[in-house]
């Protein structure tokens, strides 16, 4: 398993969610987070943040063939029909 052990930069937007999930076990249970706890935030952290960048490519490329489908059709339809 992918482990990160607080190497989180500053501005590193995984941060935020390992952040938030320690906020949480602050607030429901009085406790702080173990480093065992932090792990397995951090891991899906990483998880997360990964499948986001995968569906950000595929919106992005679904977005340029509809756009690639919509121009061809104009032009048919313009200069052919």
Do not use: P
Not at 19 to 38: P, V
């Amino acid at each position: 398993m992918y482990k990160l052990n607080g190497a989180l930069g500053k501005n590193d937007l995984r941060r935020a969610f390992v952040d938030g999930a320690k906020w949480w076990e602050y607030h429901k249970g009085d406790a702080t987070m173990w480093q065992r706890d932090r792990n397995l935030a951090e891991i899906e952290a990483e998880r997360r943040w990964r499948a986001s960048q995968q569906s950000v490519f595929l919106t992005a490329l679904g977005i340029g063939i509809l756009a690639f489908f919509i121009g061809f059709s104009v032009c048919w339809l313009v200069f052919i029909h």
